[in-house]
């Protein structure tokens, strides 16, 4: 969804890297994709991770600001959107679950379409986090006044150890793992109006 965002705001990099494509594959990233969840299972914490970063450039955009912005949420809002279509088969399935005795229906309904929900609530608010290379961050650049912009980027340039220390470090030293409470507090709370009977 990054890469369609950008390219809709002008942008054709994630186009020409391949990356306006749904095969999987091409958007795996071996930490985010794999190790990450792994490790959280391990840790019986939440388990989320993310895709390769999609490539694009913002001064490509008439508005480099307002672009980032976009891109950055157009990936929480696609979690958002997938949730809530399972919401609505739920929702509309509800009477029959009730009632029915197909194996296959049971698991999709009581099994499947839960967690399918739960994932992208999950994803959403995870990356909705103002932490880079979340997607959240994206809204500090914009409502920081532009002489601090110069001094943003370069932090950047060392967001993923600072994303580590956040996600594994500080849980450890405070033995509160602050980013599993919030998750269970906001994606629980949607995700229990999300799911008939949750």
């Keep these: ?34 190790i990450l969840p792994l490790l959280l299972a391990f840790m019986h914490a939440p388990v989320f991770g993310y895709a390769k970063p999609v490539p694009y450039n913002p001064n490509n955009f008439k508005d480099k600001r307002v672009g980032d912005v976009v891109v950055g949420l157009a990936g929480p809002a696609a979690n958002l959107v997938l949730a809530l279509i399972g919401s609505a088969l ?45 997607d959240g961050s994206s809204i500090i650049a914009f409502f920081l006044p532009v002489k601090y912009l110069p001094t943003y980027y370069k932090v950047q340039q060392y967001a993923f150890p600072i994303f580590l220390i956040v ?18 507090v906001t994606a629980g709370a949607l995700g229990s109006l999300l799911i008939p009977g949750a």
């Design 90 to 134: 739920m929702f509309a399935l509800h009477a029959q679950a009730l009632t029915t005795h197909q194996e296959f229906f049971f698991y999709f309904y009581w099994w499947f379409l839960p967690i399918f929900i739960m994932v992208n609530l999950y994803l959403m608010f995870f990356n909705l986090l103002p932490i880079p290379p979340l």
């Design 1 to 34: 969804m990054h890469g369609f965002a950008a390219y809709k705001l002008g942008d054709n990099t994630a186009k020409q890297s391949g990356r306006l494509t749904l095969n999987p594959l091409k958007h795996i990233d071996p930490f985010g994709t794999i």
């Design 167 to 184: 996600l594994f470090v500080l849980p450890y030293l405070l033995h509160f793992n602050i980013i599993s409470e919030y998750l269970n």
